[in-house]
């Protein structure tokens, strides 16, 4: 039995070193090091160092070396799978067991890794050395960079030929594609629309180079393996600027996910140590600028927002973490949108207030000090979130700033009463105006109602459930609902009505999700998840549709719910684009009403651990945060632009619950 390459890498990188080795070991910081008496020999002198952040030890006197599983398995005398399950359970990781062909897959991994690693030094001696690299060279010295800055992030130049690199890697067509180095085999004609002859066609029907004729910078996990690239285009003297995106990325690959990877994260790690803080960039030229201005605690995200994973990933480097977003308004949404993730890691996010129009990179060029100041004087998240609504809110009239008050006292009774102070009240308080005081009442006010909501109906006593009540400032005028009226008491032959009505609304729904389960877009299907039914037969019918790929050949025979998978592969035949996406983003939409209606009731929150020690204050934080999250995703659900990355969220969410 082995344990896949990935989750025992996964362990490596969660696991503490220093935290490890140090509950048998008495260890001093010296450095960015930590020494002490070696365990696995007798001496007065220490000689045992321990690298935390690059996550490994050596003894300088009986040579003993290793990581995290090599230290437990010496120590406790375990094997490799025992001390990698050890200490996956105290990173809370689930491990998976290699399957038949798992190996086989492990292999390519490896293969494409190296194969990354080649085209990363290709790329970079070509910067290096190549005459036609000269364009590219000028272009980096005209950013400010010099040869050490070039060495020290493997920048390179990939040729405009066709396929520099692949005559170079030698490698079967099909790997490079898989590495995202080649694009889809494309057949060329010559310039004048004749067929090209032979010895050109032959080359046309190999896959051309995916990066041709781009400064390059390669992506490295935070082990720093070379994972991935982005390439920007060459700006050429007097010529027109090229077709094409500025950047190019490479794609999703066996070895890289961009929701993981943040870039400069493995050199950016160690010196996060030292400055106990973490700076987030949107960019790579943010972090090669912020590197420059003496910055180096700084990272990016590699096109994409700032996720759960990469929150995650974060943590393990420092608590306090300094969004360095673009300051335009996509930059200052993004920074809005990540403080349910505050809570969840423990973290203390900032964000820091550039000049407008610019961003770390052109900063650390054009004004170092600047950037650096910003920097150390970033506020706190909650700051920024209440100085958000205020930029949005009508404070020239008296509602309009009663209604800015009561939501930003929502984004402050997050925190519990005894951390939060007056000197975090203040500036807010002051911009309404109002005083600090009437504040801080709102505040408790809106912790108050976090479990004060308990007096709607059953619910089998309406369709649908309610929207928020009025005075918690989410929706405005745009939650998707009617306003909601309670009920007159139904007598009991109308309540027995309504409860019939409201089963046969219930069967007809989960038959319109089956529907969208038996159809052919597979990412619609990918975010059904069985809570979604709850009715038996509909649940049943679900899991045989997407536990049995032959279900539709024996439906004339007598499977078990024939008519129900029947009615759904009819429904299926007949959708038009992108119905089923609508029908699963629908269902989950109904799904999170109905969650915040039980959570707002008193019930247990879905899928989030119970601690008997955590202090009302805490259950009410926690209580809070969820209620916050869930009612961004029911808003997001509903808006077309932002709906699938919403359904996944929740998809996710109700897996793991």
Not at 93 to 121: S, W
Request: glycine fraction near 6%; charge should be negative.
């Amino acid at each position: 039995m082995s344990i896949r390459d990935s989750d025992v890498q996964r362990v490596r990188e969660a696991t503490d070193l220093v935290a490890l080795i140090g509950r048998r070991v008495s260890l001093k910081r010296v450095g960015s090091r930590h020494v002490g008496l070696c365990p696995f020999h007798t001496e007065k002198t220490p000689s045992f160092s321990v690298n935390g952040a690059e996550g490994f030890y050596h003894c300088f006197g009986c040579k003993a070396s290793g990581d995290a599983i090599t230290f437990l398995r010496e120590t406790e005398h375990l094997d490799f799978v025992e001390a990698v399950e050890q200490l996956a359970a105290a990173a809370n990781i689930e491990l998976t067991y290699d399957a038949p062909g798992a190996q086989r897959a492990n292999q390519r991994r490896k293969e494409l890794l190296d194969l990354l690693e080649r085209a990363a030094r290709f790329y970079h001696e070509r910067l290096m050395s190549s005459p036609d690299a000269g364009e590219a060279r000028a272009y980096l010295r005209r950013r400010g960079y010099d040869r050490d800055t070039v060495v020290k992030w493997r920048l390179g130049y990939a040729p405009p030929l066709w396929d520099a690199l692949r005559q170079h890697l030698d490698a079967p067509a099909d790997l490079l594609g898989m590495a995202g180095l080649a694009s889809q085999v494309s057949r060329r004609a010559s310039s004048t629309g004749v067929e090209a002859d032979s010895a050109n066609s032959s080359r046309a029907e190999q896959a051309p180079d995916f990066f041709r004729d781009r400064v390059m910078f390669p992506i490295s996990d935070a082990s720093g393996r070379v994972v991935s690239f982005s390439g920007r285009i060459l700006p050429r003297s007097g010529e027109p600027p090229a077709k094409g995106p500025k950047y190019k990325n490479t794609a999703g690959t066996a070895v890289y996910d961009k929701s993981k990877v943040l870039y400069g994260l493995h050199l950016a790690k160690q010196a996060a140590r030292t400055s106990e803080r973490i700076v987030v960039c949107e960019g790579n030229t943010d972090v090669i600028g912020c590197d420059l201005a003496g910055i180096s605690e700084a990272v990016a995200t590699c096109g994409t927002s700032l996720t759960k994973q990469h929150a995650e990933l974060l943590s393990r480097s420092a608590r306090r973490i300094v969004l360095a977003f673009d300051a335009d308004a996509a930059g200052q949404t993004a920074a809005e949108r990540v403080h349910q993730w505050e809570r969840e890691f423990g973290l203390d996010i900032f964000v820091a207030a550039l000049p407008p129009g610019s961003d770390p990179g052109d900063l650390a060029a054009t004004n170092p000090p600047a950037l650096r100041r910003a920097l150390d004087e970033a506020q706190p998240l909650h700051t920024f979130r209440a100085e958000r609504i205020l930029e949005r809110a009508d404070l020239d009239s008296p509602s309009g700033r009663d209604r800015a008050a009561d939501e930003a006292a929502e984004v402050f009774a997050v925190y519990p009463a005894d951390v939060l102070i007056d000197a975090d009240l203040e500036p807010i308080a002051r911009l309404i105006p109002m005083a600090v005081a009437d504040l801080r009442e709102r505040v408790e006010s809106a912790r108050e109602r976090l479990t004060d909501r308990t007096n709607s109906p059953a619910a089998d006593s309406y369709d649908a459930p309610p929207p928020p009540e009025p005075d918690e400032g989410y929706f405005d005028d745009a939650y998707p609902g009617d306003r909601w009226d309670p009920p007159e008491a139904p007598s009991p032959t109308t309540h027995r009505s309504k409860g019939q009505s409201l089963e046969r609304s219930v069967a007809a729904r989960e038959q319109a999700l089956l529907e969208a389960a038996a159809s052919a877009d597979s990412d619609a299907m990918s975010l059904i998840v069985p809570q979604l039914f709850s009715l038996p037969e509909t649940r049943e019918a679900y899991l045989r549709v997407v536990g049995e790929p032959d279900w539709r050949d024996r439906l004339n025979s007598d499977v078990p719910d024939r008519e129900l998978l029947a009615q759904a592969a009819a429904g299926a035949s007949e959708f038009r684009e992108g119905e089923a996406l609508d029908r699963v983003a629908m269902a989950l939409h109904r799904h999170v009403q109905e969650t915040i209606q039980l959570i707002r009731n008193g019930a247990e929150i879905p899928g989030a651990e119970s601690d008997s020690q955590q202090s009302e204050t805490e259950r009410l934080r926690l209580r809070h945060g969820w209620l916050v999250w869930l009612r961004e995703r029911e808003t997001e659900l509903l808006n077309p632009d932002l709906r699938v990355g919403a359904a996944e969220a929740v998809a996710e969410w109700l897996r793991a619950s």
